[in-house]
Nanobody, 124 residues
């Protein structure tokens, strides 16, 4: 069983930056693909970014390409999401997640493990 705990986020002004962290425990972190999802009020949870187990491959939603960067540190069992040039539409609860696949899925149902989420609010 993999346990994921997110931290970071909070209130940020539009155009600003912030970062999220997700600490993993209870499994072999370096064996897992990791991803970030987000869910805005009244909307479906959506894929934001994913990273392969080795960290060599990444994938991003079109809405965040060029602004967000996902990375991981397998020695620290942690995955990160650096968010730059934030927009009000980035406001959401951000979730860390891990699938049991060897590729990076963009579909929520392919993810088995989830964190509790952390709020990011971007003010205009």
């Amino acid at each position: 069983q993999v346990h994921l705990v997110e931290s970071g986020g909070g209130l940020v002004q539009a155009g600003g930056s912030t970062g999220l962290s997700c600490a993993a425990s209870g499994g072999t972190f370096s064996a897992y693909v990791m991803a970030w999802f987000r869910q805005a009020p009244g909307k479906e949870r959506e894929f934001v970014a994913g990273i392969s187990a080795t960290g060599y491959s990444t994938d991003y939603a079109d809405s965040v390409k060029g602004r967000f960067t996902i990375s991981r540190d397998n020695r620290r069992n942690t995955v990160y999401l650096q968010m730059n040039s934030l927009k009000p539409e980035d406001t959401a609860v951000y979730y860390c997640a891990a699938p049991t696949t060897s590729y990076i899925p963009q579909i929520r149902n392919e993810y088995k493990y989830w964190g509790q989420g952390t709020q990011v609010t971007v003010s205009s």
